[in-house]
């Protein structure tokens, strides 16, 4: 017979603010391009991610108190218009543009 196998358990205070902080700055706010076609475009308020072969494209963070949010849906449906495969902001549904938002 072997040796009885070992059990390791850690249990540690998780600070929640500071991993979503680290999370939003991490992934959404500083996301890298991970394959062909794809670029990260970074404005004041926002991130975007870009994929011109398909994949993945969207608005990965955004703060946007303070602007004018008309604009700034205006704007990215205008830079999302000729997008392959539709664009996601704030969801997880593909959309080409937001029902709610005025047309562009």
Partial sequence: ???PA???????RMD????LSAYDEQVRRSPQPVGAGETVEREQHLTR????Q?????????????????EVIRAQI???R???GGWECGSTTPMTAPPSCPSA
């Fill in 82 to 84: 000729d997008c392959p």
């Fill in 1 to 3: 017979m072997g040796a």
């Fill in 54 to 70: 398909g994949g993945w494209t969207g608005v990965s963070w955004s703060d946007l108190q303070g602007v004018d949010l008309d």
């Fill in 16 to 19: 929640a603010r500071a991993l």
């Fill in 6 to 12: 070992t059990r390791v358990w850690f249990a540690a």
């Fill in 49 to 52: 991610v870009v994929n011109l």
């Fill in 78 to 80: 205008d830079r999302f």
